[in-house]
C-alpha cells in the first residue's frame, strides 16, 4: 500500500519523531511504499543537521537521514513552518539573507500542497503528534 | 494564461476534513491548521472543517490580540468561503459545554452533535488533525 | 472497514479518550499509543469507559510502549489485543482511514 506520514512534533520533544520512525521502518519491512513523510509546525525540526544528542542516545535527524538514503524516501519540510523556526537551505538561506544554512542530508524543504498532495495520492495518511 | 485555481482540477477528488480541537494563541495548531486549509483550496478537494472540542473559540466573535502581542487571525475564518471552503461544523456538545451558542461565532456553520459528526467522519478519506 | 482512531495521549492529562470514544462507530478501530496506553491498565478510574467501548469497537495498544512505560501486560484490561509496530502498520492497512487524536 501507499502511506504518507505527517510529523507534527520536533524531536526529543514528544515521542511523535519516534513512533514515526518506527511506524516508517515496520512499514517499509512489510513491503508498503512510503509516498512521503512530511514534516509540519515544530516537526521542522527533524530536519535540522546542527543537533548534537548525548553520543549514547538516538540521534533522530541521522535515523531519518539514513532511512531516506537507504530507501529512497521524500521528507519534506514546510517552508513556512520551517521559515518560523529557522530550518533552511541554501537557497532559503541566500534568499532570506542568513549566513548559513541548517537542512540536514535527505530532507528537501517545500510548500504544504506536498502533504496535501500525500493525501490525495496516498490510500493511507497517517499522523504523529502531540 | 489561467490562475491556478481556475484551472480544472485533474485527478481525484477526494473527501478531506480538518479536525480543530484547540484553543487558538495558547498554541500554534489552529493558526497553522488554517494556513493549511487555504493553501490546499487550490486542490479543488472535497473539505470539510471541523470545530470541536476547544477548536470552537478559534471562530469566537470579539477577539482582539493587541494585548498579547499576536496577530489576530480569526478573520481569516471569514475569508474561507472565498476559497470554495463552505463546509463548516461545530459540534453541538462542545458548543454547549463551554456556555456558547452559534451567535457568539464569527462565521455561519453547521451545528452536529457527536453521532452526525461521527457518521460525518466516517465518511471522508483524509482526515488532518494538528 | 470503518476507521482506525489513534489516541496518543494519557487519560488522566487530556481528554482525547473521552473526545474520541464520543466519535467512534461500532465497528471503529481504536489504537492506544505512546503515553495513551495508560487508559489500556485495569483498574484505573477510566477502565470502565474503556472496556465499555469494547462492545462495539476492537481495542488495540502498541505492546512496546507499554512496555517501555513499566506496565504489565498482565495489567491490561481484558479483551485488548496488544500489537507491535507491524502490526500497527497492518492496523492501519486495514480499516479504511486513519484519525489520529491528539
Not at chain 2, 87 to 116: A, F, I
Request: glycine share 8%; proline share 3%; hydrophobic share 40%.
Amino acid at each position: 500500500m501507499k502511506l504518507s506520514i505527517l510529523v507534527n512534533e520536533g524531536p526529543y520533544q514528544h515521542q511523535s519523531a519516534d513512533s514515526a520512525i518506527q511506524f516508517t521502518k515496520a512499514a517499509l519491512d512489510k513491503g508498503h511504499e512510503i509516498f512521503r513523510v512530511f514534516f509540519y509546525h515544530d516537526g521542522v525540526n527533524n530536519g535540522t543537521r546542527f543537533a548534537v544528542p548525548p553520543q549514547d542516545d538516538r540521534n533522530i535527524t541521522e535515523q531519518w537521514s539514513k532511512l531516506a538514503q537507504e530507501h529512497d524516501l521524500d521528507l519534506v519540510v514546510c517552508i513556512a513552518a520551517a521559515q518560523r523556526r529557522g530550518i533552511l537551505d541554501e537557497n532559503e538561506a541566500k534568499r532570506q539573507g542568513k549566513d548559513g544554512n541548517n537542512i540536514a542530508p535527505g530532507f528537501r524543504i517545500s510548500g504544504l500542497g506536498q502533504l496535501i498532495e500525500a493525501g490525495i495520492q496516498s490510500e493511507r495518511l497517517v499522523i504523529f503528534g502531540d | 494564461m489561467a490562475e491556478p485555481w481556475e484551472e480544472e482540477a485533474e485527478g481525484p477528488v477526494r473527501k478531506f476534513m480538518y479536525v480543530n480541537r484547540r484553543a487558538p494563541y495558547g498554541t500554534i495548531y489552529a493558526l497553522e491548521s488554517l494556513e493549511v486549509v487555504l493553501i490546499a483550496a487550490a486542490f479543488e478537494q472535497d473539505v470539510s472543517l471541523v470545530f470541536m472540542d476547544d477548536g470552537v473559540y478559534q471562530i469566537q466573535k470579539g477577539q482582539n490580540t493587541e494585548g498579547i502581542g499576536v496577530k489576530n487571525f480569526s478573520p481569516t475564518y471569514r475569508a474561507l468561503e472565498g476559497y470554495d471552503v463552505e463546509k463548516l461544523y461545530v459540534e453541538k456538545e462542545s458548543l454547549e459545554s463551554r456556555g456558547m451558542t452559534t451567535d457568539d461565532l464569527v462565521v455561519p456553520v453547521q451545528v452536529l452533535d457527536k453521532g452526525q459528526l461521527a457518521a460525518l467522519m466516517e465518511e471522508q478519506e483524509v482526515i488532518l488533525s494538528f | 472497514m470503518p476507521m482506525l482512531h489513534t489516541i496518543n495521549k494519557s487519560p488522566f492529562e487530556r481528554r482525547t479518550l473521552d473526545s474520541c470514544l464520543r466519535h467512534v462507530v461500532k465497528g471503529a478501530g481504536i489504537l492506544l499509543l505512546e503515553d495513551g496506553v495508560y487508559a489500556a491498565v485495569n483498574g484505573t478510574i477510566v477502565a470502565d469507559k474503556v472496556k465499555a467501548a469494547l462492545s462495539d469497537n476492537k481495542v488495540y495498544v502498541l505492546g512496546p510502549d507499554v512496555e517501555a512505560r513499566g506496565l504489565k501486560k498482565e495489567n491490561l484490561i481484558e479483551g485488548l489485543e496488544v500489537v507491535d509496530y507491524g502490526g500497527f502498520v497492518d492496523l492501519v492497512t486495514e480499516y479504511d482511514k486513519v484519525q489520529s487524536w491528539l
